[in-house]
């Protein structure tokens, strides 16, 4: 079951790695070709400094899901190491399906 479990988690791996690729390349063609007005936001950690750059008419918009992924990211990595100083220091965790 558990080998089932893994072969499952690559081929969902490699189907993201796959869709990601042939979206850029989309994108890339689609500009180069003038048919498509782009807009896209980045937001890079600096340590604890986030640096945030958009363009395009969506730029706005696509900023503000950036950094709400990014704190999304900051809250999921904070409760896992919170989590791991709970079960070092003899605790229970989460719940079940944590442990």
């Known amino acids: 079951m558990e080998m089932r479990t893994v072969e499952l988690g690559i081929t969902l791996l490699t189907l993201g790695f796959v869709l ?4 850029t390349v989309l994108v890339a ?3 180069l ?14 340590g604890p400094i986030p640096v945030a750059v958009s ?11 950036s950094l709400v992924m990014v704190a999304i990211m900051l809250l999921a990595i904070y409760l896992f190491f ?3 100083k709970r ?5 229970e965790g989460i ?3 944590l442990q």
């Open 20 to 23: 990601i690729f042939i979206g």
């Open 55 to 65: 363009w395009g008419p969506w730029g706005t918009e696509l900023l503000l899901i």
């Open 87 to 91: 079960l070092a220091e003899g605790g």
């Open 82 to 84: 919170w989590q791991a």
């Open 29 to 31: 063609v689609a500009g």
């Open 33 to 46: 070709m003038g048919a498509a007005e782009t807009s896209g936001a980045v937001t890079v950690l600096i």
């Open 95 to 97: 719940g079940p399906a």
